[in-house]
T-cell receptor, first 113, second 112 residues
């Protein structure tokens, strides 16, 4: 059974640019959550999508957005990149029904220069 | 004050020792408690998943939850060098696995 796949693994962008990250969840899972991991703040919840709808949202500015497609794949977009957006972005896959385990991908390491 | 507090370490112990990792939390709505292991440059890997108070054992790992004290623990018996990693506690309320609140993570090194 394939795990959670995130692409790309590494990304370098310039301040002011925008970036799109992709996450394919475990087959059959309908919920995708996104997290930002930095040395200073640790792992912080960005948002969660379930059946193409945003169901939960963390405390991040509107520059961070996402969407989910009918096949449950999800994308996260960050516009007008800032140096502080440099982080490991992780997505987690779960069934989305009831309280079940969340499984993480390997992450996308974004560096903003 | 953070909702979940975890000593970042680092923690270094000899091979074979019993390791105790802990987290405290302030939100009494948390009902689901997890421990993840994260190796360098990898995503977090789910180790233990528990609901409400009590103990859960899986091989060399034991998770304990004390909701009355808002305190959770992970014990690793017969620790191995391959256990060297960062251990993250995570918890959630009724929204479950879809919105986790994490501790800062404890960096653990097992010395051969």
């Amino acid at each position: 059974k394939a795990g959670v796949t995130q692409t790309p693994r590494y990304l370098i962008k310039t301040r002011g640019q925008q970036v799109t990250l992709s996450c394919s969840p475990i087959s059959g899972h309908r919920s995708v959550s996104w997290y930002q991991q930095t040395p200073g703040q640790g792992l912080q919840f960005l948002f969660e999508y379930f059946s193409e709808t945003q169901r939960n949202k963390g405390n991040f500015p509107g520059r961070f957005s996402g969407r989910q497609f009918s096949n449950s794949r999800s994308e996260m977009n960050v516009s007008t990149l800032e140096l502080g957006d440099s982080a490991l972005y992780l997505c987690a896959s779960s069934s989305g029904l009831g309280n079940t385990e969340a499984f993480f991908g390997q992450g996308t390491r974004l560096t903003v220069v | 004050q953070k909702e979940v507090e975890q000593d970042p370490g680092p923690l270094s112990v000899p091979e074979g020792a019993i390791v105790s990792l802990n987290c405290t939390y302030s939100n009494s709505a948390f009902q689901y408690f997890m421990w993840y292991r994260q190796y360098s440059r990898k995503g977090p890997e789910l180790l233990m998943y528990t609901y409400s108070s009590g103990n859960k054992e899986d091989g060399r790992f034991t998770a304990q939850v004390d909701k009355s004290s808002k305190y959770i623990s992970l014990f690793i018996r017969d620790s191995q060098p391959s256990d060297s990693a960062t251990y993250l506690c995570a918890m959630s309320d009724s929204q479950g696995a879809q919105k986790l609140v994490f501790g800062q993570g404890t960096r653990l090194t097992i010395n051969p």
